[in-house]
């Protein structure tokens, strides 16, 4: 019995029940699905993808709505500057997030929404692509309308991936690879291996951590019977060829730059500060908040029913779905032992189990299985999905029209809000002093600032240029010969950093960042005279080594 097979329409003999017919090797008899006995009648079906459809659009204005009304998070700032770029690749991450939001600016301008509409873009493409995944599998239109509102009931897609991110570019690109994969496995056409390394070279163009699904690509090629067809044919080998082609803009960056992106990152992969169960819980319990408290458990006992289904029988659909999510869901945890685990980190690969959860209980019936396992199963997902939504209204009103501080200094978007009172300081300062351009010396500053005056004064991060490699030329005519304003965190301003900067430093005062009564932040200025910052310092200073850089990463773990 090969892998793939479905029952067949053969009478007096009944093969194993799986998602996905045997790859085309020759020509053989018929295949069928079994009789999709979960699929509502047709009345119902409308019904239900209408109903769909509604809550699609309306939780789509509620993102639109966000993203425009919540001031961005530095490290959306931060990728803003790198849309303004002409830079193949950047020290933290590849360009596709530049890419997202120069065509988001490009509609909107400059603007909060403007920044963050290639995230509502990407969580409706990831959407269409669940749905095309799930219908192709179960036929079921049950499944699909879990599939694609499954998302909309966690947080982090139902509302923050109006977020931008490198984690918001690569999601689609991701989920398109497996329906890539989905389509090799149910037609068995070679063409689909090289789709499937197109949208894995994009993906990896847009966030390093595409290289996890690797391990779930290798057992979907090597685990079912079909494997030794696959590596006999040069199907596979060219997927690798065109992912590696499409992902060269990196490459070729980082040869250029000490494969600096590389290094950069291994400090993060290889980080141990022993183990901590504050980082554990952690981990834990991010998982809960952005994927649900209740679609989380849902998700899981999907994937590993899944997983079961799947190496049991060397199904390679089932095989690639539990794989692509357990993998890093494993590893995240093992590393969240010995150092913190950033909130967008484990995103990617919750699509890939929304998928697998939605086509668990047509796979239940088709088992076999109890009435009862079904509907229990059938409960739990709508369960999920109705409080999960609910729960991004409530997180939406809370940010958009309270005006109350419930979870004071660890909030989020608290925690990164207020920079405009900070501008507006750094505003008067040069004014006053009659000083043409701001000097940071982090990038959250830097960033921040440069977005709240958008162009209009020079913005210089002078300690961390290891960052800023191939970017353009800031405004140097306004910089050079020319008194600065240095707008800084306390205490960066007692940093020994400043031994290897000969400026001239006179007070200006404070000022406090603020979010809803509450300070966050005290923010000191100074006026800089004497002294014109090196925009390419040596490799060996100070204020370049990216290992430097990487030590802002480590501290933030060891802290943690």
Not at 212 to 231: E, S
Not at 268 to 281: D, F, K, P, Q
């Amino acid at each position: 019995m090969g892998p793939g097979l479905a029952t067949t329409s053969r009478p007096g003999r009944r093969w194993p029940l799986a998602l996905t017919p045997p790859p085309r090797l020759a020509k053989s008899a018929a295949v069928t699905t079994a009789p999709d006995i979960t699929v509502p009648p047709n009345g119902a079906a409308r019904r239900s993808l209408v109903m769909a459809a509604l809550i699609i659009a309306a939780m789509t204005v509620l993102r639109i709505v966000y993203a425009s009304a919540i001031e961005l998070r530095t490290d959306e700032a931060y990728y803003w500057t790198w849309s303004k770029e002409a830079a193949f690749s950047f020290l933290d991450h590849p360009p596709m997030i530049a890419w997202f939001i120069r065509f988001g600016t490009a509609i909107f301008g400059d603007t909060a929404l403007g920044v963050r509409f290639g995230g509502i873009v990407a969580m409706l493409v990831m959407q269409l692509l669940l749905a095309g995944i799930v219908r192709r599998l179960t036929h079921d239109v049950r499944a699909v309308v879990f599939a694609v509102l499954m998302p909309e009931a966690a947080l982090y897609y139902g509302l923050l991936m109006a977020k931008v991110a490198p984690d918001v570019a690569m999601i689609p690109f991701a989920v398109a690879m497996m329906w890539s994969l989905v389509r090799l496995a149910q037609g068995g056409h070679g063409r689909w291996w090289l789709a499937a390394g197109l949208f894995a070279g994009l993906s990896m163009l847009s966030k390093f951590t595409a290289v996890m699904f690797a391990p779930a690509v290798a057992a979907f090629l090597l685990v079912p019977d079909w494997r030794w067809r696959w590596l006999r044919s040069p199907y596979p080998y060219l997927a690798v060829l065109v992912a590696i082609a499409v992902f060269s803009p990196v490459l070729i960056w980082n040869a250029q730059h000490d494969w600096a992106s590389f290094r950069f990152q291994g400090v993060r992969a290889t980080a141990n500060y022993g183990i901590s169960l504050r980082t554990i819980g952690d981990y834990i319990g991010l998982q809960f908040g952005l994927v649900g408290f209740v679609m989380l458990p849902v998700v899981l006992t999907g994937l590993v029913m899944t997983a079961w289904r799947g190496y049991r029988t060397r199904e390679p659909v089932a095989i690639l779905l539990s794989t692509a999510v357990l993998v890093p869901f494993l590893y995240f945890f093992f590393k969240s032992m010995t150092l913190r685990v950033g909130d967008t980190w484990p995103m990617f690969m919750w699509p890939v189990g929304f998928a697998a959860a939605a086509v668990n209980p047509v796979m239940l019936s088709r088992e076999n299985w109890s009435a009862r396992m079904i509907r229990s199963s059938i409960f739990w997902i709508r369960t999920a999905i109705v409080s999960g939504i609910a729960f991004v209204v409530i997180v939406f009103l809370y940010y958009v029209a309270a005006p109350w501080n419930l979870l004071g200094r660890i909030d989020p978007i608290g925690a990164e809000a207020g920079y405009e009172q900070v501008a507006a300081r750094a505003q008067a300062a040069l004014d006053q002093t009659g000083a043409t351009w701001i000097a940071t010396t982090d990038y959250r500053t830097y960033a921040m600032m440069r977005w709240l005056f958008r162009g209009r004064v020079p913005v210089i991060e002078i300690n961390e240029r290891g960052r800023f490699q191939d970017f353009g030329d800031p405004g140097m005519d306004r910089i050079s010969g020319h008194a600065g304003i240095y707008v800084g965190r306390e205490p960066d301003n007692r940093s020994s950093l400043w031994e290897n900067i000969p400026a001239r430093r006179e007070p200006l005062g404070q000022v406090e960042r603020c979010w809803r009564g509450l300070v966050i932040d005290t923010y000191v200025l100074e006026k800089l005279t004497g002294w014109t910052p090196e925009l390419s310092p040596p490799k060996n200073s100070p204020l370049f080594q990216w290992r430097v850089l990487a030590g802002e990463f480590t501290s933030l773990a060891t802290f943690a």
